[in-house]
């Protein structure tokens, strides 16, 4: 099963792509991972993108559709997938299904996760992470068991700076701007299946399955 999953941040892509995961044996494919591997490993796709972070610029579309095809249809490419954080843009889309072309592939499904833009602030405002060991927590659905205190490891909770309102009004701004015109685009493939993702992430994910069971 190869799949896209798009939506604004704090829709649940990540998590609902964990679940994915573990119930149709597919792999998660992050285009973060993917561009901090080529550098680390030096390749030479890593080091051309090497150079334009080391400058502070975005790294070219045609780099990092290098280094997606590698992934997808190299010798260690996995059977199935679902690509996160890419593509962020119609361009990105648009060389990602000339790829698909070349190699004589085809997604199965973009997987658009709707949810209203005042749960989302809701949602992203209420999480929490301890200062410590990094474990995140939601208000909503995951809370600590006792307030602002880790369970895991006692440290302090806090609200990091890209959760709190202003920022992810911007985030959700940047990703109308940028990320948002990828529905339009993929609704005429008639591969766009829109999921309601509102509710807690398990009744989200009973949304998903009934998707991909009709595939």
């Known amino acids: 099963m190869k799949l896209i999953m798009l939506g604004p941040p704090g829709a649940g892509k990540g998590t609902q792509a964990q679940k994915i995961c573990n119930d149709y044996n597919t792999v998660q ?16 796709l890593g080091q051309k993108a090497k150079s334009y972070m080391d400058k502070g610029d975005l790294v070219p579309d045609e780099v990092i559709l290098g280094m997606m095809e590698k992934k997808l249809f190299g ?10 954080g890419f593509p962020r843009t119609v361009p990105q889309a648009v060389g990602l299904d000339e ?5 004589d592939a085809e997604l199965d499904a973009i997987i658009l996760m709707e949810v209203d833009r ?3 602030i809701e949602r992203l405002t ?6 410590n060991c990094k474990k995140v927590y939601n208000l909503l659905f995951m ?3 006792e307030d602002g205190v880790c369970d895991e490891c006692g440290g302090e ?10 920022t992810v009004k911007n985030r959700l701004k940047v990703y109308e701007e940028e990320t948002a015109p990828l529905v339009d ?6 591969k766009l299946e829109r999921v309601d993702s509102h509710g807690t992430p398990e009744e989200v994910y009973e949304n998903i399955k009934e998707v991909l069971e009709s595939l």
């Open 29 to 44: 494919i992050s285009t973060g991972d993917i561009l901090r591997a080529e550098v680390s490993n030096g390749t030479e």
């Open 75 to 84: 010798e260690d490419a996995p059977e199935g997938y679902i690509l996160d």
């Open 99 to 103: 790829l698909f072309n070349e190699h």
């Open 118 to 120: 005042e749960v989302i």
């Open 126 to 131: 209420a999480r929490r992470t301890c200062k």
């Open 143 to 145: 809370p600590p068991e």
């Open 157 to 166: 909770l806090i609200q990091r700076d890209d959760d709190k309102e202003e």
């Open 185 to 190: 685009y993929y609704s005429g493939t008639g």
